[in-house]
C-alpha cells in the first residue's frame, strides 16, 4: 500500500513471519547442522548436540560406503536426460500452437494436461511388465523415456504460455524487415524465448529430480536415482543420524539451490499457467 | 502468420508430442483395462484366463479396500485443510511489509523442493522416532513420556510429513495470487469503510477464489498418489493404517504379484482421479479462453 | 517506384469473407490513409500489402511488378507496427540496422544511414538503450527509424499513434507528415481516428465492412460524401441528419447538415428550428451546442468564437441551404 506503515507494525510482521520461516525450514536445518557432526554427538540431547565439534566425516563415509557418486549421476542423467529429450519434442509442438493455432489448439492442450492427471498407479502394473519384457527395467534409457513422457505435458504448457507472450507483430516486424525463417528463428525468436525455455528446463529438472513412484518402482541398482539411495536407507540405517543427514543434504542440496533461484517461474509452470 | 504454408509445417511440428503422449496413454491404459478382467497372478504364470468382474469384486469386497479408500480420501483432506488455511494465512503475512521478506520466501519455500524419499526419512527417523527423534528429546526434557508417532498415529503422522512438503506449493501460489490484487481496490474499500476483516473477506478472498481452486485441484491430483512417503516411513502399516489406495494397489500387485486384482484397482483409482481431473481441466480450460 | 495496384483482391477466413474484391490504386509518393471504424477491414487490407497475410484471389502490383505471392521480405516494403514492435533484447540501434543487417549490408554503410536517422528523428542519445527504457514517443522514433534505414520502396503504418498520449499524437502526427514531405516516399496510413485521416492524408480511402465507400482528397470527402456514412464518418462534431418533412420538402429522405454550416440564434426567426440548449461547451475560439429539437431530437452546432449560450436558453437554428447534404432512401448522396 502506497502509505507509511509505522515501524512496530512492520516489526512486528517481521518477528512473526521470520518465526514461522524458521520453524518451517526447521528440519532442513537440522539435517544441515547434523551432518557435520559425529554419529556419536548426533545422537547426544540436541543441546549437547549442538555445542559439539563440527567435521565432514559423515560426508567423507556416505561417499565412501555406498556409491553415493553413482547414484547421483544416475540422477543427473535422468533429469537432464529427460527434460532435454522433452524439450527437443516439446519446443516445435508449444511453437506452433502458439503461433499457427488452429481451433484444434485448445483441445490439444487440454487433452495433454488430462494425460497428467492419469494416475500413476493405474498403470503400474503394464509398464512393469512390459519394461520387464522389453529389458527396459533399471536402464537409463527406459526411465528417462517415462519421466520425459510424465513431464511432456508439463513442458508443453509451460513453453506454450512463454511463447505466448511474444507478440505476433515483433516476428511479423522481423520478417518485414528481410528476415527469412531460419534468422527469425536465431536472432528474434530464440533470444526472446531463453528465459522462458530457461525456467522451463528448471523447473523440470526439480520434477524428475524428486520423481518418487516411477523411479522406486522401475529401477534397482544400475540406473537408481538419489530417490532410491535414500530410500536404501530406511532402516536399520536410517538410525544414523550423521550419515543420514549428509546423504540427503546431498541429495537434495542441488535441487534447492535450483529451486530458489527459479521460484517466481515456478508458479507459472505449476499451475499450467492457471496463476501468473 | 496464417499463411498456408506455415499451417503445414505446424501440423507436423505437433505431432511428435501428439503421437508419444497418445501411445503413453492409449498402451498401458489398454493393458491394465485387459489385465482387470483375467485371472493373472505372476506366480501362477500360463493360468491366465478370463474371470469377468471377480477382480473388481475381490478388490472391492477387501476389508482392506475400503480402509485405503477411507485413508486416500483422509490423507487427501487432511492434507488440503492444513495447507489451504495455512498457505493463505502465511501468504497473507509474507505479503505485509517487512524486514527480510526475501528470505523467509525462501525458507518458506524450502520444504517443496526436498525429495519425497528424504523428507520421510528424516522426518521419521530424526523428529518421529521414539526413542532419539527431536520431539521425544524434547518430551523428555519437559518430563513427558515419548509418543511413538508412527506407531500410534501412522495415518496423521503421514498427513503431518505430506502437509510440510505442500504447504510451500500452497503458500508460493497464494502469495502469487495476492500480489496480484489491485492495491487500488483496496484503497477504495476502505475509502467505503471497509474494515481489514470485511476487507479480507470481501475483496482479498474473492480475489484468492481461483487461486485456492486451482491450488486444491492440483493438489489433489498429486495427493491421491502419494507413495514414497508411505513405503518408506510405515509400509502402509500397522497393518494397513496407514494405506492408502496407491499403497495398496502396489502391494497387491507387486508384492503379492497379482496383476489381475491389481489393475482392477488401478482401473478404480484412475476413475477416481478423473472425476477429479473435470473440475480441473475447466478451470484451467476457462483460463484458457481469457 | 512506389506505385501500389490492388486488382479485385478478396480475402477470406474460412467462410467468412473480410474484404470482398476490391481494386485500389495508389500512386508513387502519395500519402494514402485507410480510415474506418474498427473490424471494417483497414488492417487486413495492410497486411495483404505487406504480406503478411495471403490474399484470397486478386493481385497485388507493387512498382509494376506482380508481388501477390511475394515474400513479405521481398516486398520492399517497411512498415511501424501498432505496438512497434521493437526487439526488446537488441538495442536502439541494433534495432536500427535489424534490416540492413538482414539485407547484408556493409556495416560502415548501415552505421552511416544509423547516423543520420538518429539525428534526424533525435534519438543520438538513445542508441545503446534497451527500448524498455525509452518512453512511448522514443519507441515510436525507433519503430519509424528501422523502417526509413532500408529506403523501402512505400511505408506501411499500423495505428501507429494509437498508443500514445493526446499531446505526442500532435506531435508525431506532424514529425510523420514532415518525414513524407522530406523523404517523397509512398505511405499508407491505417487509423480509425478521422482526425488523422484528414490533417495527414493526400488521399483518403474510407473502408467499411472490406468495402471501399469513397477514395478522395480530405476536402473532396468533406464537401461531397458520396453517402450518409462517409458524410458522417468524416468531420468533428458529427453531421447532424434530420428526416421527414422537412428533408421530402427538399426532394430527399434524408438531409444533412454539419454543425459549423447551422446560424445560431437566441431571437426568433420565421421558419427555423426551435429547441433548446442541453449543454454547452465553451473553447473559447468556438462554442458547441447541443441542442433538443422537437421532432427532430439532437443537433449538435457551432458556433464561431464565444457565443453568450447557455444550458436552458431557447435557440433557433437555420442551416445553410447550399451546405445541405440530400441523401436518398438507400443512403447515396443525391446530386443536383
Known sequence: MARAITNRRKTINTAVAWAIGIAIFFPILWIFILSFKTEGNAIATPLKMFFSGWTLESYGL??????????????????????????????????????????????????????????????????????????????????????????????????????????????????????????????????????????????????????????????????????????????????????????????????????????????????????? | MATKHSRAAARLMISPAVLLLLGWMIVPLAMTLYFSFLRYNLLMPGMEEWTGLTNYEFFVTDPAFFTALLNTLLLVGGVLL?????????????????????????????????????????????????????????????????????????LASIIGIVAWQWLPFATLILLTAFQSL???????????????????????????????????????????????????????GPGVASTNLTYLIYVQSLLQFDVGGGSAGGVIAIILANIVAIFLMRMIGKNLEA | MGRIVLNKVRKSFGEVEVIPPLDLEIEDGEFVVFVGPSGCGKSTLLRLIAGLEDVSSGAIEIDGVNATSKRPSERGLAMVFQSYALYPHMSVKKNIAFPMKMAGMPVAEQEERIAAAAKALNLTDYLHRKPGQLSGGQRQRVAIGRAIVREPQ??????PLS????????????????????????????????????????????LRAGHIEQVGSPLELYRNPRNKFVAGFIGSPKMNFIEGERAASRGAHT????????????????????????????????????????GIGLMNVRVSGEADIHAGDTVYLQPQEHNLHRFGEDGLAITL
Open chain 1, 62 to 276: 556416505v561417499m565412501e560406503r555406498s556409491n553415493y557418486f553413482r547414484f547421483f549421476m544416475n540422477s543427473v542423467i535422468l533429469a537432464v536426460g529427460s527434460t532435454l529429450l522433452g524439450l527437443i519434442i516439446a519446443v516445435p509442438a508449444a511453437w506452433s500452437m502458439a503461433f499457427v493455432p488452429s481451433k484444434h489448439t485448445k483441445n490439444i492442450l487440454m487433452w495433454m494436461l488430462s494425460t497428467k492427471m492419469l494416475p500413476p498407479v493405474g498403470v503400474l502394473v503394464p509398464l512393469v511388465l512390459l519394461f520387464n519384457k522389453l529389458g527396459l527395467t533399471d536402464t537409463h534409457f527406459g526411465l528417462v523415456v517415462v519421466l520425459t513422457l510424465i513431464n511432456l505435458p508439463i513442458i508443453v504448457w509451460m513453453l506454450y504460455t512463454y511463447f505466448k507472450e511474444i507478440p505476433g507483430e515483433i516476428l511479423e516486424a522481423a520478417r518485414m524487415d528481410g528476415a527469412g525463417l531460419k534468422e527469425e528463428v536465431l536472432y528474434v525468436l530464440t533470444p526472446m524465448a531463453i528465459p522462458g525455455m530457461a525456467s522451463t528446463v528448471l523447473l523440470n529438472i526439480i520434477l524428475a529430480w524428486n520423481e518418487a513412484f516411477w523411479t522406486l518402482n522401475l529401477t534397482t541398482t544400475a540406473a537408481a536415482p538419489l530417490t532410491q539411495f535414500i530410500a536404501s536407507y530406511s532402516s536399520p540405517e536410517g538410525l544414523f543420524y550423521a550419515k543420514l543427514s549428509a546423504a540427503s543434504i546431498m541429495a537434495i542440496a542441488p535441487i534447492l539451490i535450483m529451486g530458489w533461484f527459479s521460484q517466481k517461474q515456478l508458479v507459472r509452470g505449476l499451475t499450467f499457467g492457471a496463476v501468473k
Open chain 2, 82 to 154: 492444513i495447507t489451504v488455511i495455512g498457505g493463505t494465512l502465511l501468504a497473507l503475512l509474507l505479503d505485509q511489509p517487512m524486514f527480510g521478506q526475501g528470505i523467509v520466501r525462501i525458507l518458506v519455500i524450502a520444504p517443496f523442493f526436498v525429495m519425497p524419499t528424504v523428507s520421510a526419512l528424516v522426518w521419521k527417523n530424526m523428529f518421529l522416532n521414539p526413542v532419539n527423534g527431536l520431539f521425544a528429546h524434547i518430551a523428555g526434557f519437559m518430563g513427558l513420556p515419548a509418543y511413538d508417532f508412527l506407531g500410534q498415529a501412522p
Open chain 2, 182 to 236: 489491485d492495491q487500488e481496490q483496496l484503497e477504495a474499500a476502505e475509502m467505503d469503510g471497509a474494515s481489514a476483516l470485511s476487507r479480507f473477506w470481501y475483496i482479498m478472498l474473492p480475489h484468492l477464489a481461483r487461486a485456492i481452486t486451482v491450488v486444491i485441484l492440483i493438489q489433489t491430483i498429486f495427493l491421491l498418489s502419494i507413495f514414497a512417503e508411505i513405503l518408506v516411513t510405515t509400509n502402509g
Open chain 3, 154 to 159: 512505400a511505408f506501411l503504418f499500423d495505428e
Open chain 3, 163 to 206: 498508443n500514445l498520449d493526446a499531446a505526442l499524437r500532435v506531435n508525431m502526427r506532424l514529425e510523420i507528415s514532415e518525414l513524407h514531405q522530406t523523404l517523397k516516399t509512398t505511405m499508407v496510413y491505417v487509423t480509425h481516428d478521422q482526425v488523422e485521416a484528414m490533417t495527414m492524408a493526400d488521399k483518403i480511402v474510407v
Open chain 3, 255 to 294: 438531409i444533412g447538415i454539419r454543425p459549423e454550416h447551422i446560424d445560431l440564434s437566441v431571437d426568433p426567426v420565421e421558419g427555423a428550428i426551435v429547441g433548446k440548449i442541453g449543454v454547452s461547451e465553451h473553447l473559447g475560439s468556438d462554442t458547441f451546442a447541443h441542442v433538443h429539437c422537437e
